[in-house]
């Protein structure tokens, strides 16, 4: 028996919640960039693209192309929480949902057929859901028997595309496909490729495996069963996960930065975001790293190790402050990371002692409200005038198992009279 595995590429992510955010950003070529003076567009509207910006432009390319670009500021912590939003929205169709990246996913519904009638019908709900939750941001759905022709089919038609490849289809699909369009094949395979005369899925589907393994080893076999639209890999859902070896995150700042208090400020701000990460999965760990980056990309890492587990963030700032004041800086920072690793999983300490208890009793509240109107909306006084610092860079590990940001004004304001 086939499944029917669907994958949901959301239509440019970043650009399209900013103008969902901002009404006055609507129809009007925007690019989404990093801090404002170190930056590059990570994502652009499609009124934007039209002008040729693409990702990874410096701001200056993007300008030159599009004079009268509007550039947006990212904030990390809005698209995570619309993610997590996102995930909730899935997992009303089906359990079995893989976070493949902050705005992709993949799902498995072949069991949740029977219940809703067919896949194309789940799809066109789910798109529904989005519009009505969400807003204006868009899909483009693939719904295939596997990961790989899902993904396949979720590029094909953009923006707010759905796309469905059949069993039977596959074959005359892929005949002439370039394969580069194969998930998985960059411009140096390809180029690798077509030094073999092997330009198409269907040249690379009737290779020799010999010479396939000859020249890229063990991939080799690999590459074959692609080009015949061959996938077994499953849909992973996040509980089936294993488990992080460390949770991290790091910013580079706006400007280089050599005053103790602004870099104390910066370290509470991450050891906050480590916190609730760590809290979100069930994890503590003993060591915290601290990573530091001169203007000159020189870059270290100090680690200290307690005698206990933790994952509240005032315990994780204060190990990396300390860290800190054993370092003798020889220039300015351009860039801090926090890490924490040694972890483990579901450990439950009880404080003994009515201090510890009424800090985690805060820290537990904070995480309350945080997930229901969206991180940072009650933080630290510290924190207040820069809580949504620009230069933070994604988390490397999917985010999972949180509440989003409401992207309604309404419920902002909501949020804004019960802080």
Same mark, same amino acid.
């Given at each position: 028996?086939?499944?029917t595995?669907?994958?949901?590429?959301?239509?440019?992510?970043?650009?399209?919640?900013e103008?969902?955010?901002?009404?006055?950003?609507r129809?009007?070529p925007?690019?989404?960039?990093?801090?404002?003076?170190?930056?590059v567009?990570?994502?652009?509207?499609?009124?934007a693209?039209a002008?040729?910006?693409? $990702?990874?432009?410096?701001?200056?390319?993007?300008?030159?192309?599009?004079?009268h670009i509007?550039?947006?500021?990212?904030?990390?912590s809005?698209?995570?929480?619309?993610?997590?939003r996102?995930?909730e929205?899935?997992?009303?169709?089906?359990?079995?949902?893989?976070?493949?990246?902050?705005?992709?996913?993949f799902?498995?519904?072949?069991?949740?057929?029977?219940?809703?009638?067919?896949?194309?019908v789940?799809?066109?709900?789910?798109?529904k859901?989005i519009r009505?939750?969400?807003?204006?941001?868009?899909?483009?759905?693939?719904?295939?028997p596997?990961?790989?022709?899902?993904?396949?089919g979720?590029?094909?038609?953009?923006p707010?595309?759905?796309?469905i490849i059949?069993?039977?289809?596959?074959?005359?699909?892929?005949?002439h496909?370039?394969?580069?369009?194969?998930?998985?094949?960059?411009?140096r395979?390809?180029?690798h490729?077509?030094?073999?005369?092997?330009?198409?899925?269907?040249e690379?589907?009737r290779?020799?495996?010999l010479?396939?393994?000859?020249?890229?080893?063990?991939?080799?076999?690999r590459?074959?069963?692609?080009?015949?639209?061959?996938?077994?890999?499953?849909?992973?859902?996040?509980?089936?996960e294993?488990?992080?070896?460390?949770?991290?995150?790091?910013?580079?700042?706006?400007?280089?930065?050599s005053?103790t208090?602004?870099?104390?400020?910066h370290?509470?701000?991450?050891?906050?975001m480590?916190?609730?990460?760590?809290?979100?999965g069930g994890?503590?760990?003993?060591?915290?790293?601290?990573?530091?980056?001169?203007?000159?990309? $020189?870059?270290f890492?100090?680690?200290? $190790?307690?005698?206990?587990?933790?994952n509240n963030?005032?315990?994780?700032?204060?190990?990396?402050?300390?860290?800190?004041?054993t370092i003798?800086?020889?220039?300015p920072?351009?860039l801090?990371?926090?890490?924490?690793c040694?972890l483990?999983?579901n450990?439950?300490?009880?404080?003994?002692?009515?201090?510890?208890?009424?800090?985690?009793?805060?820290?537990?509240?904070?995480?309350?409200?945080?997930?229901?109107y969206?991180?940072?909306?009650?933080?630290w006084?510290?924190l207040?005038?820069?809580y949504?610092?620009?230069?933070v860079?994604?988390?490397?590990?999917?985010?999972?198992?949180?509440?989003?940001?409401?992207?309604?004004?309404?419920k902002?304001?909501?949020?804004?009279?019960?802080?």
């Open positions: 028996m086939y499944k595995i669907m994958h949901i590429d959301m239509n440019a992510f970043f650009a399209s919640v103008q969902q955010v901002n009404p006055a950003l129809g009007k925007i690019a989404v960039i990093g801090s404002n003076e170190r930056t567009v990570t994502t652009s509207s499609y009124e693209r002008y040729g910006v693409k $990702t990874g432009m410096t701001k200056y390319e993007a300008r030159r192309l599009c004079p509007i550039l947006v500021a990212g904030d990390t809005r698209y995570t929480d619309t993610c997590r996102l995930v929205t899935y997992r009303q169709y089906t359990p079995i949902v893989e976070v493949y990246s902050v705005d992709e996913a799902l498995d519904v072949t069991g949740s057929i029977p219940l809703f009638g067919g896949a194309e789940i799809a066109k709900n789910i798109k859901d009505k939750t969400l807003g204006r941001l868009t899909c483009s759905i693939g719904i295939a596997n990961k790989l022709l899902a993904k396949l979720s590029d094909m038609k953009k707010d595309g759905l796309v059949q069993q039977e289809d596959i074959g005359r699909l892929l005949e496909l370039p394969v580069r369009e194969l998930w998985g094949i960059g411009p395979l390809e180029m490729l077509a030094t073999m005369g092997i330009k198409t899925c269907g690379l589907g290779a020799s495996v010479s396939l393994k000859n020249r890229f080893g063990v991939i080799g076999e590459l074959k069963l692609m080009a015949q639209g061959i996938d077994d890999s499953p849909v992973i859902p996040m509980e089936q294993a488990d992080a070896k460390s949770v991290g995150h790091s910013m580079t700042l706006d400007r280089d930065v005053d208090e602004t870099l104390e400020r370290i509470l701000q991450l050891s906050e480590v916190g609730r990460r760590l809290r979100r994890y503590s760990g003993r060591t915290v790293a601290l990573t530091l980056r001169y203007p000159d990309f $020189t870059t890492t100090r680690r200290s $190790t307690a005698g206990m587990y933790m963030s005032v315990d994780i700032y204060i190990a990396a402050k300390e860290i800190l004041n003798r800086l020889q220039q920072i351009r801090i990371g926090i890490s924490v040694n483990t999983r450990t439950v300490q009880i404080p003994l002692f009515s201090v510890e208890r009424i800090k985690q009793a805060a820290t537990h509240t904070m995480d309350k409200i945080n997930d229901r969206g991180d940072f909306c009650i933080t006084g510290t207040i005038e820069r949504h610092h620009k230069g860079i994604s988390p490397a590990w999917r985010p999972e198992g949180v509440k989003c940001v409401n992207l309604s004004t309404q902002g304001k909501k949020a804004n009279r019960k802080r």
